[in-house]
């Protein structure tokens, strides 16, 4: 079944303890992102990667790291994790072939930071 | 820049009534338009999306959207609205790679079905 999944789903941590979101697909696309969504602002973009070793930022990447080392594979890092950093965070991924703005979702990352 | 503006944070309607959530965008070029769903707990789902051609696009669910040039719109209806449509709405805008291959969302609008 193709997918983009998220692990873990829910994580509760401290202020400054480092944490890492995995987010892997199966569908062999070259475009992922990250997106944080808080009520009353939709979702945001944090970071996006149009293919191996290629990053960029959306436009709230303050205080979160990516890594794409892998085609299937895009952690999301938190350094140093912040409560304003509490929020639901998704990933997605898509073709560039088939045009990357039909982005596939995973089912999402609740995150509490105490 | 680009912006997507849903001005309906909640909408009530009964169940078999018609329904329209509204979406405005602001765009500098032919935009790439989109409606999402979310439904309590679960990820996104795509409904639809305009890319160019005829403006009047149908989705899943039953669900279509009319792109309107003239007034940067591109609103969601459905004729008769089932319970199970209740769940968060987002529109949102992408485009050429000089806006940084990144889809805009708007805050969503959250439909609540009543009998």
Redesign the interface.
Known sequence: EAQVTQNPRYLITVTGKKLTVTCSQNMNHEYMSWYRQDPGLGLRQIYYSMNVEVTDKGDVPEGYKVSRKEKRNFPLILESPSPNQTSLYFCASSSMRAGWETQYFGPGTRLLVL | AQS?T?PD?HITVSEGASLELRCNYSYGATP?L?W?VQSPG?????LL?Y?SGDTLVQGIKGFEAEFKRSQSSFNLRKPSVHWSDAAEY?C?V??AMEY?????????TILRVKS
């Open positions: 997507v849903q944070i790439y989109f999402y679960q990820g996104l789902q795509l999306k890319f987002f949102a992408g485009g940084g291959n990144k889809l805009v969302f708007g805050a969503g």
